[in-house]
């Protein structure tokens, strides 16, 4: 009941989130792992289900934005050179846009921790209590911390769920017949249907891939660049045409931010090269990114989300309400959106090529 009651649960799994997510540098990884083990403890303590699973995505992002191994840090800084074709130093573009992802979580956070508290568990949740049932914990610690020392976080939530497999069946937690059974002729139970929601995701990615490789030859590319005509306007507008262009381009292939950023990249650097600082474009390539397309309900990111926990099966979980629960990337629009408008954080243009930061 003290658990159950604290309005810490939900911004502790928007942190371990955050935490699983930049150490692999794979958001999809952490939505997969986290998911079928904060969701359903969540929801057994009488938790709001679509502000976990915002909780979730958003620590998702936090990583896809930050953690220096992850395909969307090192394609920003792949595709942006300065005035002298200098390539970039991928530890300064992660250096450089630290300050903002961290200040949007801060601004994140409150959120979750005035609308994570958990209602009472039902007397029949209470009456079913099992201190045996805290050491199911051990999985959780266990993930983490693969997933931090072997950045893989597929790898981590392997062997996490089959430590959890062995100490449920030994604390009596689960019963052999929970795992795999065979009921009227037909499979079920805890394997086959994680099973069946690995292979839901993964034909909805194919489809994703699919869908992008026809954005781009249908000429998306050069809408673009036909859009970023001006190379000589003044740094606030250069600003704005590339936050417009990114969140239009990431948009228009549901999300999928690693493809964004290598298109809406290659035109940033061809055609706002004297206008931007090039580890400025970076990072406000990486975070338009990130922002509003992950929300919305037709996103790679969404629908990733929503098949991982549809095995909850609770109906309060819909496009929306998960859209109005995930605030990182809300956060990470307005704390860039502000930059642009005051300039803070902008550095000044310089005529000399970049320094390579050797930490």
């Known amino acids: 009941g003290a658990i159950a009651g604290t309005p810490l649960?939900?911004?502790?799994?928007?942190?371990?989130?955050?935490?699983?997510?930049?150490a692999t540098g794979s958001s999809i990884s952490t939505i997969l792992a986290a998911s079928p083990i904060f969701l359903p403890f969540g929801a057994a303590l009488?938790?709001?289900?679509?502000?976990?699973?915002?909780?979730?995505?958003?620590?998702?992002?936090?990583?896809?934005?930050?953690?220096?191994?992850?395909?969307?840090?090192?394609?920003?800084?792949?595709?942006?050179?300065?005035?002298?074709?200098?390539?970039?130093d991928l530890g300064r573009v992660v250096k450089?846009?630290?300050?903002?992802?961290?200040?949007?979580?801060?601004?994140?956070?409150?959120?979750?921790?005035?609308?994570?508290s958990a209602s009472e568990p039902s007397a029949a949740l209470n009456a079913a209590a099992d201190p045996m049932r805290l050491l199911m914990l051990i999985p959780v610690v266990l993930l983490i911390y693969i997933a931090i020392k072997m950045r893989d976080a597929l790898h981590a939530v392997t062997m996490a769920t089959v430590?959890?497999?062995?100490?449920?069946?030994?604390?009596?937690?689960?019963?052999?017949?929970?795992?795999?059974?065979?009921?009227?002729?037909?499979?079920?139970?805890?394997?086959?249907?994680?099973?069946?929601?690995?292979?839901?995701?993964?034909?909805m990615c194919l489809a994703l891939f699919g869908f992008t490789g026809v954005?781009?030859?249908?000429?998306?590319?050069?809408?673009?660049?036909?859009?970023?005509?001006?190379?000589?306007?003044?740094?606030?507008?250069?600003?704005?045409?590339?936050?417009?262009?990114?969140v239009f381009i990431s948009t228009c292939l549901a999300a999928v931010t690693s493809v964004a950023v290598a298109?809406?990249?290659?035109?940033?650097?061809?055609?706002?090269?004297?206008?931007?600082?090039?580890?400025?474009?970076?990072y406000l390539l990486a975070?338009?990114?990130?922002?509003?397309?992950?929300?919305?309900?037709f996103s790679a990111f969404s629908l990733i989300t929503l098949s991982a926990a549809s095995a909850l099966g609770d109906p309060s979980l819909t496009p929306f309400s998960l859209m109005t629960a995930t605030f990182y990337p809300i956060a990470l629009f307005v704390v860039?959106?502000?930059?642009?408008a005051t300039g803070i954080g902008r550095p000044k243009m310089s005529d000399e090529p970049q320094a390579t930061d050797k930490a």
Request: neutral net charge.
């Open 9 to 22: 649960l939900t911004p502790a799994v928007f942190l371990i989130s955050s935490l699983l997510a930049t």
């Open 163 to 203: 430590a959890g497999l062995i100490i449920g069946l030994l604390t009596g937690v689960i019963e052999p017949s929970q795992i795999v059974r065979v009921e009227n002729g037909s499979i079920s139970g805890i394997l086959t249907g994680g099973i069946a929601n690995v292979s839901g995701i993964m034909l």
């Open 96 to 116: 450089t846009r630290f300050p903002f992802a961290v200040i949007a979580l801060i601004i994140a956070l409150p959120f979750y921790a005035l609308g994570g």
């Open 336 to 340: 860039f959106s502000v930059s642009i």
């Open 287 to 297: 975070g338009f990114a990130n922002s509003i397309p992950v929300v919305l309900p």
């Open 46 to 88: 009488g938790c709001d289900v679509p502000l976990m699973a915002g909780a979730i995505l958003s620590g998702a992002i936090f990583g896809d934005n930050l953690a220096p191994v992850s395909d969307v840090a090192i394609i920003s800084a792949m595709t942006q050179t300065d005035k002298f074709g200098k390539p970039l």
């Open 215 to 246: 954005i781009e030859h249908a000429g998306l590319a050069d809408a673009t660049a036909k859009f970023l005509t001006n190379e000589n306007q003044s740094p606030r507008r250069a600003e704005v045409t590339l936050a417009v262009a990114t």
């Open 263 to 282: 298109l809406a990249g290659q035109l940033a650097d061809r055609l706002l090269r004297s206008s931007i600082d090039p580890y400025r474009r970076a």
